[in-house]
């Protein structure tokens, strides 16, 4: 029995680190948390590092921000990488600005295993807020990654990547385990587009999807004044998995009063795969529309 229990925690902004060192302290005392629930990966939201806006240089005007996260994110990555060597569960640390190769900056998440081990994933689908000349602007990534952890075949996604179908057609051939989305939405219409694509995806390709944002603002923040997320771990609707797609959810907060979702969960990897082998109720399997064609009648077009 494949068992690979999932820490998703909601990071509240709000706590104010001082310094890296103390947004570093926060990160392990998560882990440390995760390792008492028995978890083997702890996942983190999207942009969890702007809560290190609290101690930027003063006068620190939008269009700077990226630089100086990006280079708080590059001081303290070999800590991170040390944690799950430390604690000996995985550690998806959220995402950061991070150099992109060609100049600029991506919107990067970086999972670090015991083994040393790094995977990346690049944000694919940027959203108008990051393609804002006068706040932030990033570059898309290009690549879609899939690799293994622990026997668990997987993929990373970064919040707007989700509600895109086209990157589901693209990992569908994939027959992937579980797909970790870390996000960031300001209200609740955000919340429901990004959770709800996730359920759609964990339906589309057989797998599950395990789901958590940001709760809080940064004291420091220009730009992101509320952020409201959960904490959720999708499946396939099928009746042997409880028939709903949601085998674990905690609802979504503002973290306005310091709440922050902490949910450990267990993936039911063995059931989907064997439901994916052919166990599904109507699942036609990995379907691309090969030979379907458009026809356009009576449209002025």
């Not at 804002?132 to 622990?150: H, I, Y």
């Not at 996730?198 to 589309?204: L, M, N, Q, T, W």
Request: glycine share 8%.
């Amino acid at each position: 029995m494949t068992d690979f229990p999932i820490a998703l925690c909601a990071f509240n902004l709000g706590f104010a680190p001082a310094s890296p060192a103390e947004y570093v302290a926060a990160i392990e005392a998560r882990m440390q948390r995760a390792k008492e629930g028995g978890a083997r990966l702890l996942m983190l939201p999207e942009y969890a590092i702007e809560a290190c806006l609290s101690f930027k240089p003063e006068g620190l005007v939008p269009t700077s921000e990226l630089p100086f996260l990006a280079g708080i994110a590059q001081e303290i990555a070999p800590q991170l990488a040390d944690l799950p060597r430390k604690y000996g569960l995985s550690l998806l640390a959220g995402s950061t600005p991070w150099p992109a190769e060609d100049g600029g900056f991506t919107n990067r998440a970086w999972l670090y295993t015991p083994e040393g081990e790094a995977h990346s994933h690049d944000k694919l689908a940027l959203t108008p807020f990051e393609k804002d000349p006068e706040s932030w602007t990033l570059k898309p990534g290009k690549r879609l990654r899939v690799f293994e952890l622990e026997g668990v075949r997987m993929a990373m996604l970064i919040c707007l990547d989700v509600e895109m179908p086209a990157l589901s057609c693209l990992l569908a051939p994939e027959k992937i385990d579980l797909l970790l989305v870390p996000s960031m939405t300001s209200q609740l219409s955000g919340y429901h587009r990004v959770f709800d694509c996730a359920k759609a995806r964990a339906v589309e390709l057989m797998t599950c999807v395990a789901v958590c944002g940001v709760t809080g603002a940064s004291t420091g923040t220009t730009q992101n004044d509320t952020n409201i997320s959960g904490a959720t771990l999708f499946t396939p609707c099928e009746a042997e998995l409880g028939f709903t797609g949601i085998a674990a959810t905690l609802a979504p907060t503002g973290g306005t009063a310091g709440e922050e979702p902490f949910l450990i969960v267990h993936p039911p990897l063995d059931a989907v795969r064997q439901l994916r082998a052919g166990g599904a109720e109507v699942w036609p399997g990995s379907w691309s529309a090969e030979g379907i064609t458009v026809e356009r009648e009576d449209l002025n077009v």
